[in-house]
């Protein structure tokens, strides 16, 4: 399912269930001694289908342990994105960084938001597209979808910035009938506050982002890909 929303020169591996075979490396087994079984086991799963990923790109297998901030360390020449949601779907996509400069990839399980939390993700324009979007039936629930699309913006920008991005710090506009959805970053900050300075991007990219999403299995998913020969043209735009 994956595989639809990635461009051709991305690794992706992904299940839809903890597998039972699936083995830790001893510096991640460290990482999570003292957690939940739950949160053992989707550590463990998302970090094979990531060496699986790796390994189609000819990588060997590397321990992939958190940094300061929770993101998987990669090796030195590849760019990643990891995602795990309730119901047991996790999955991995990687690229060379010579074909990519960042990934984000992102996945919830595929039903509406909870009472009183759309207005925390969305803003009022955000809301009145989706409310535009849902009328139009599909069976797509477009408030879990946008959620989705910010998580896997920020995963993207994150490593290229260093900076963290509140929900409202980024705007997304589905285009109707395709799978693809156009993001662009307003600001930055934890939860959008008034009166702050537009963060100081890398000088090829204009905080415009293009990425693409998928739904099945009660899975909703997204991805975007900031791919090198875009930044190399000076177009500064995910190509997904």
């Keep these: 399912m994956i595989e639809r929303i990635l461009p051709p020169y991305v690794a992706a591996v992904e299940v ?7 083995r830790l490396l001893p510096e991640e087994r460290a990482v999570v001694a003292g957690a939940a079984e ?36 990669w090796p030195q020449d590849v760019v990643g994105s990891m ?48 409310a535009e979007l849902a009328g139009g039936g599909a069976g797509v629930c477009w408030d879990r979808l946008l959620f989705c699309a910010k998580e896997a ?7 290229l910035t260093g ?20 993001a662009r970053v307003v600001a930055a900050g934890a939860d959008g506050a008034a009166g702050r300075e537009r963060v100081n991007e890398p000088s090829f990219f204009d905080g ?21 020969f875009d930044i190399r043209a000076g177009r500064g735009k995910a190509s997904s």
């Design 153 to 159: 913006v920020y995963k993207a920008w994150f490593p």
């Design 38 to 73: 739950g949160r053992r086991r989707e550590f463990t799963t998302v970090r094979h289908c990531a060496r699986l990923a790796l390994a189609r790109l000819g990588r060997p297998p590397v321990p992939l342990v958190p940094d300061a901030h929770g993101a998987p360390r």
């Design 163 to 182: 900076v963290w991005l509140g929900f409202h710090d980024v705007d997304v506009d589905f285009e109707p009938r395709t799978d693809v959805f156009r």
């Design 16 to 22: 839809f269930a903890d597998l039972p075979d699936a």
């Design 208 to 228: 415009r982002l293009r990425g693409r999403w998928v739904v099945g299995r009660g899975v909703a998913a997204a991805a975007v890909t900031l791919g090198s």
């Design 83 to 130: 995602t795990h949601c309730r119901g047991g779907y996790r999955a991995a996509a990687v690229a060379p960084r010579t074909a990519a400069r960042a990934i984000g990839l992102d996945a919830e399980p595929h039903r509406p938001l909870r009472d009183g939390v759309l207005a925390s993700v969305a803003g009022p324009g955000e809301r009145a597209r989706l």
